[in-house]
């Protein structure tokens, strides 16, 4: 006679036959975490708006498929600049946009917007927020927009918090990343 893990017996005597399986559990997310933006799609123009050309605010962003996991978001945006100019001196990646322990429950972060999560400095001395890009030369430049699904709130201070800062606080906390490009090109 066979035994089996669901099988109810008194005596010997098979009284119900089931399989026994972990719970389903409503909460796992299995959609990919996406970032996006309203005002453009991935590889897309950066609307002048969102330019020192322009107004010179934020785009909006979304998040979608967020691991059920997470505890805060991040989001950094960032560009690889092109050759340094006379006097200038080489400060890595410029950062337009630090942002971080925003809420979990955030679908949309509104253009211009300064009040879902913290803000930290962007490449422009210790400025806190936005700062526009502002490229100079000729030809498209290309930015990156990274959002990062965290197990832990950082709860770092704004002023000092810069891409290198916040990306030593994320080790060992990313659930999940995902990111889009957007192009600008200054005439």
């Given at each position: 006679?066979?035994?089996r893990a669901g099988d109810l017996r008194i005596d010997n005597t098979i009284l119900l036959r089931t399989t026994i399986q972990a719970p389903k559990s409503?909460?796992?997310?299995?959609?990919p975490?996406?970032?996006?933006?309203?005002?453009?799609?991935?590889?897309?123009?950066?609307?002048?708006?969102?330019?020192?050309d322009g107004l010179g605010i934020s785009p909006a962003i979304t998040f979608s498929g967020v691991p059920s996991n997470t505890v805060s978001l991040a989001l950094i945006m960032d560009t690889i600049p092109g050759p340094l100019r006379p006097g200038e001196v080489d400060i890595g990646n410029h950062f337009y946009l630090i942002l971080y322990d925003i809420p979990p429950s955030t679908k949309l972060i509104p253009a211009g917007s300064t009040t879902i999560g913290t803000l930290g400095e962007n490449f422009q001395g210790k400025k806190l927020g936005y700062t526009p890009p502002c490229s100079q030369g000729s030809g498209a430049k290309i930015y990156t927009i990274a959002a990062f699904a965290l197990n832990a709130r950082l709860d770092l201070k704004g002023t000092g918090t810069t891409e290198k800062v916040l990306l030593?606080?994320?080790?060992?906390?990313?659930i999940s990343k995902s990111e889009i490009k957007v192009r600008y090109n200054r005439i």
């Open positions: 006679m066979h035994r409503s909460a796992v997310n299995t959609q975490f996406v970032v996006g933006s309203p005002d453009f799609a991935d590889g897309g123009l950066l609307a002048k708006d969102h330019t020192c030593s606080a994320m080790e060992g906390k990313v």
